[in-house]
């Protein structure tokens, strides 16, 4: 870590120097993990925000660091990839660390024109308020998320920002503190403010900087529950396979059953693509579960240009006939039911009364969990991201899981032994230390 630290030093000075010879002096800084002293081990990275003065348009200073940061990272021996927050960024690797080169203002306290124009406020606070014991406890707290994928705010994870981890720790003093306090919530957790004011939101932790935001609104209810419960396990029997262990349990195939869906995806910023590909995971998922094929698990995933949708499934086939339950026979639409069951073609026997509700028995035209989907696709059935409705159509569909990972990267085959695998990897590592 020392040497990253020295490399990352160099590179943030070097980058500021060539962001301030195109864009004048003093429009440079460092922000981020590395400028508070925060930056932890697998998630090196040095970000230089370049300061616009207000009056300049946002898409003409997005599209000015967009042209000039491709050719700074480029120059610096390194790969570019944009990315998109509120607006588009540069997205690089140098000399094995991330880099980011975001736009922002210069605007006074509150009068903010993007969301990251705070984030030179909140370096200031975070240096300002924490001190180099506090920094390594919010160091500890990040390796004890990063283990188990709960770091993290964009839509792929939903967990918890390097921010929020820099507030717990500033709120709570040190990472056990917190932690003692983690295993009591419920959610919605409000450590501060009036939950009234941030609706929907699992965790409420207004932003010091910003009272007016909730600094944690990207935490779902899933990331808060898994801390919560791996919080209570570690107190309950501390270990380092916490913050670094990774479970050796056996995975087991018998008796499940699993549907996948392979398909390419547009060269899209993977904020994006996340939030379709989620999407179009939920909107077949319901259409499978109206449909008799109830889901129970889902997972989706992005391996470079290429996506995955996991189900795993009560049943991959079902019977030629179901029961179609009618209204009451004293409903006004009693005998309207009954007239169209008689036109109905895959009607396979007519209604009939048991108690006071009309039923009948209706054919299934699909009785397999994956041509139903390809009927779903085809047919533009279900509610899906439009933009990847044409590589849906292309897509693979099987229930082999050795076909499945045949098709993905070794970071696409980690992700479907972790789905199959279900359990939490510190719940895994808890349960094999007794």
């Given at each position: 870590m020392p040497e990253t630290l020295r490399v990352a030093a160099e590179l943030a000075e070097r980058l500021v120097g060539l962001v301030e010879e195109f864009f004048g002096p003093g429009t440079a800084s460092v922000e981020g993990s590395f400028a508070k002293g925060t930056m932890v081990r697998g998630r090196e990275e040095v970000d230089v925000f370049v300061h616009f003065k207000p009056g300049v348009p946002v898409e003409k200073a997005s599209q000015m660091v967009l042209a000039r940061g491709v050719e700074i990272v480029r120059s610096l021996g390194g790969v570019v990839r944009l990315r998109y927050a509120s607006h588009p960024y540069v997205e690089g690797f140098v000399r094995g660390l991330r880099v980011n080169i975001v736009p922002c203002y210069d605007v006074e306290y509150g009068r903010w024109i993007t969301p990251v124009d705070r984030t030179p406020h909140h370096t200031r606070y975070v240096k300002k308020t924490m001190d180099e014991g506090m920094a390594d406890e919010t160091r500890l707290l990040k390796a004890f998320l990063m283990n188990d994928g709960l770091y993290g705010a964009e839509i792929r994870v939903r967990g918890f920002s390097g921010y929020v981890c820099e507030l717990l720790i500033i709120k709570h003093g040190s990472f056990s503190a917190l932690l003692e306090r983690v295993a009591g919530w419920r959610p919605p957790v409000v450590l501060d403010g009036d939950a009234s004011e941030y609706q929907e939101a699992v965790m409420i932790l207004p932003d010091p900087v910003d009272r007016s935001r909730n600094a944690a609104a990207a935490v779902s209810l899933t990331s808060l529950s898994k801390f919560i419960l791996k919080s209570k396990l570690f107190l309950r029997k501390p270990a380092k396979s916490f913050f670094t262990g990774r479970p050796r349990a056996e995975i087991s195939l018998e008796d499940r059953r699993f549907m996948g869906m392979v398909f390419d995806v547009p060269e899209k910023p993977p904020d994006v693509l996340w939030g379709e590909l989620q999407k179009t995971m939920n909107g077949l998922g319901r259409a499978l579960t109206t449909h008799g094929y109830r889901p129970l698990r889902m997972e989706c995933w992005l391996d470079g240009f290429k996506a995955v949708i996991l189900y795993e499934l009560d049943t991959l086939t079902l019977p030629a006939v179901y029961l179609h339950v009618g209204p009451p026979v004293w409903s006004r639409s009693a005998v309207e039911f009954v007239e169209e069951q008689a036109r109905k073609e895959d009607v396979a026997a007519c209604p009939w009364v048991s108690g006071d509700r009309l039923y009948s028995l209706r054919r299934r035209k699909y009785t397999n969990a994956v041509d139903f989907v390809r009927h779903l696709v085809d047919q533009d059935l279900a509610a899906v991201s439009k933009e990847l409705k044409p590589y849906l159509k292309?897509?693979?569909?099987?229930?082999?899981?050795?076909?499945?990972?045949?098709?993905?990267?070794?970071?696409?085959?980690?992700?479907?032994?972790?789905?199959?695998?279900?359990?939490?990897?510190?719940?895994?590592?808890?349960?094999?230390?007794?």
């Open positions: 292309k897509m693979t569909t099987t229930t082999d899981p050795q076909q499945i990972l045949s098709t993905l990267s070794q970071e696409g085959k980690a992700f479907f032994e972790e789905f199959i695998r279900a359990c939490p990897s510190f719940i895994a590592l808890y349960n094999s230390s007794h």
